[in-house]
């Protein structure tokens, strides 16, 4: 029956991310893993395959091989990079180099990270310079 596979005179259940959609004298079928840029929506029973399909929320992007979550374009880059381009149809986003504030006559307004790139603005007064030109 659906479910379960041949094993000498009896049958036995499918195993974890295995699955027999009809009844039948064959064995059960491994699940499928989605592709980057799919997610599964439904995980595998021991009767039904596994469901992928894209990553569905904004700003959310996968780049492997596996049933796992999308993850959220913000934190697809490391330290001192920033997310330039990405949402639910990459299946990479671009990771790019945080600018810096010219100095002297500018100041860091927003740091870098996830994705936004640095802000600078122009120092109004020398103090605001001298303890924040980068």
Not at 56 to 63: A, E, I
Not at 90 to 114: D, K, M, R, Y
Request: proline share 7%; hydrophobic share 25%.
């Amino acid at each position: 029956s659906a479910g379960f596979q041949p094993s000498s005179a009896s049958c036995v259940p499918c195993g974890a991310s295995m699955f027999k959609s009809s009844a039948g004298n064959f064995t059960c079928t491994r699940s499928a893993l989605c592709p980057p840029g799919k997610t599964a929506l439904i995980l595998s029973t021991p009767t039904t395959d596994t469901v992928c399909g894209a990553c569905s929320l904004q700003d959310t992007f996968k780049s492997w091989i596996g049933n796992d979550p999308c993850r959220s374009c913000a934190q697809a880059c490391v330290a001192g990079y920033y997310t330039s381009h990405c949402n639910s149809t990459n299946v990479s986003p671009t990771c790019t180099v945080c600018s810096t504030c010219p100095s002297p006559g500018f100041f860091v307004a927003s740091i870098c990270g996830g994705t936004n790139d640095t802000v600078c603005q122009p120092c109004y007064n020398v103090s605001a310079c001298n303890t924040n030109t980068h």
